[in-house]
């Protein structure tokens, strides 16, 4: 015995025709259309594709990553400098704040003139002696006890507008509360007339008002007492 | 797979790169023998189990490595059993329905018809599955697929030994067949004329 025969009867059904023929046919090549293709495909694809996705997300991240840090960087060295040359608005407001640091007491009234409440924001930088000597005057006529009332609110107004105030001029409701206006010579003082509506103790005002509602002053003067309806200006 | 002009390793490293051109190739070659041998042990389930194969192909090709296209095939081949054996399982898990005729099949006049006239790959293959399902199997893995012995053994998990055997019979049984229905026809024909 040499073993399994097995193959060598294999050979003999195989080499019979028509088994032959089944199994030629059977395995014959198939026509090009196969059916599947496209869902293998699309099963590859599915497989396959996610990896390329996620390189191309991770490098979209990373140049988002790189562009956040760029423009970071260039923020943060142009504050730097920005603030090294003194510039950085932050400082300008922090000074207008520290010119505002005594608050105002001060109301106005619908009576006030309130003409520029735009210019608000412009900060007052005089402080000149002119300007407390002015103050010194005018304190001086509001605290002058031979007239009162109305007159000594004209002569106030007078002084304080140096003689530009027309208190006489019109009816007295006009008059009163008329303020000379800042004028040419407010030199960045106040350019609103506030003073005449309050009743501040202030001599000098300067600075700036928000809205009519309240005064800003500066203690750069004496204090006056009357000056009702009557604006000081710098000269 | 054998007509590839890149060599069968090297489309097959290309397709576990990506490559969808090179995963087609593979495909088309490995694709009809695939087919008709779901048909010949699933019937009408081929192409569904065949689709369910190449997804399992897809995501299990980066970890295969062959060196001829017959081991492809026959992973291929080993995969599909075993969605067919899934498949087999899941279906007895469900109501049977029983249906009146099996198309998928044949019936055995037209087989013989058909293997003696001019036989087609689909006929020759129903004619396979006419077989009792081992000896179909083995004989299609053998004969048709192309398999060794060792292969067809590992395949479908029998002893060299006992798919030797199992395939001569299944080779003895369809010579039979073919003969039985080459002389049905040949009986009936001169008395319908």
Known sequence: MNGWTGDMNDRMHLDDPMVAAVLAAAKAPAEAPLPGEAAALAAFREVHQPARRKRSMRARENVKLLAAAVFGGVVMVSGVATAAVGHVPLVHSNSHANSHATTS???????????????????????STDSNAHGVQVSGTAHETSVTGRNRGADVCQVASAGKCQPNAGTDTTAHGKSATAGDNSQGATKRSDAGTTNSQHATTHGSTTKGKSATAHTAGSTHRGTHGQAPTTP | MDEDPLGFVATLDAAKRGDEAAFARLFRATQPALLRYLRVVAGSRCEDLAG?????????????????PAAFRGWVLTIARHRWLDDQRARARRPEI????????????????????????????????????????????????????????????KTVGSVRVVAHRGLKRLRTLLSQQHNLRQGVTPEAT
């Open chain 2, 98 to 157: 029983v249906v009146d005729a099996v198309p998928d099949r044949g019936d055995g006049g037209g087989m013989a018809d058909a293997t003696l006239d001019l036989l087609t790959t689909e006929a020759a293959v129903a004619l396979i599955a006419q077989l009792p399902r081992e000896q179909a199997e083995v004989v299609f893995l053998r004969y048709v697929a192309d398999l060794d012995v060792a292969e067809t053994a590992e395949l479908t998990g």
């Open chain 2, 52 to 68: 369910d194969t190449w997804v399992q192909v897809v995501r299990g090709l980066g970890g295969f490595t062959a060196e001829e």
């Open chain 1, 105 to 127: 007491h001060q109301k106005s009234t619908d009576d006030g003139n309130d003409t520029t409440d735009d210019n608000t924001t412009q900060p007052s930088t005089t402080s």
